[in-house]
């Protein structure tokens, strides 16, 4: 490990590799010297442009976050092949606009388990190896919309504000461990497949800075979460002064 590889020699797990967070993410591990394990569901082939542009060792796994079996085996595969997993960042997501009064049960119950609970499944599976080597990192991806209401639809918001009471039960239990427990929570970032709908040329929202965040933007915020052993209980937003917090 060194100042310019500060994960050298980490295993760091991320869901939703194939998206454009999930990419700038790996970029950014990568060069801070971990392996990769990139999972992902759907679009195989953005998933394996970003494990032939990282440079590392890297594992693809694929699984739907949405079956309560797949968070345990991710991180089992992991361990298996390239070591117990030292970063864990549940990036992947899911959101379908809807008003309050669109969202069936279906559709709140996929996102709660995608969101939600695939999220905490996989730091459940991951924290035992962490504790007993004294350090580990995990990162979750929450969103704005978890703090103003956003605008994607109240399941989303709440799938998203859910991680945040994660966020402080976990970290508060395992910070004299080595191991910190954050959350991020980007919002209108382009280059992702969850933004909200607006017109051509529009924003969707009035964000101060006058335009959408870059995914590049919210994996350098990452890396400084993840490589900073004093900060842990945190909730960071990345969202161009839209919200203040």
């Given amino acids: 490990m060194t100042e310019s590889k500060p994960l050298e020699g980490r295993v760091a797990l991320i869901t939703g590799a194939s998206g454009g967070i999930g990419g700038a993410l790996a970029a950014r591990l990568a ?6 394990a990139l999972a992902y569901s759907g679009h195989r082939e953005d998933a394996e442009r970003v494990a032939a542009s990282v440079g590392v060792k890297t ?33 992947a997501g ?36 962490m504790i007993e080597r004294g350090w580990g990192r995990i990162l979750f991806v929450s969103s704005i919309a978890a703090l103003n209401g956003g605008l994607v639809g109240p399941h989303y918001a709440a799938s998203k504000a859910a991680l945040h009471g994660m966020t402080y039960h976990l970290a508060s239990r395992v910070a004299g461990k080595g191991v910190t427990v954050n959350a991020i929570a980007p919002a209108l970032i382009g280059g992702t497949r969850i933004l909200p709908r607006s017109g051509p040329g529009e924003l969707p929202a009035p964000i101060p800075v006058g335009r959408l965040g870059e995914p590049d933007e919210v994996a350098a915020m990452a890396l400084s979460m993840l490589t900073n052993a004093y900060l842990t209980n945190k909730v960071i937003a990345v969202d161009g002064g839209l919200f203040a917090y």
């Fill in 94 to 129: 899911v959101g379908k606009q809807l008003a309050w009064d669109e969202v069936d049960v279906d559709t709140w119950d996929t996102t709660m388990a995608v969101n939600t609970r695939a999220p905490f499944l996989l730091a459940q599976a991951a924290l035992p190896s």
């Fill in 31 to 36: 060069e801070a010297g971990a392996d990769l």
């Fill in 59 to 91: 594992l693809l796994l694929q699984g739907d976050l949405g079956d309560r079996e797949v968070p345990g085996r991710l991180v089992e595969r992991t361990r298996d092949e390239l070591g117990a997993v030292d970063v864990l960042v549940p990036n």
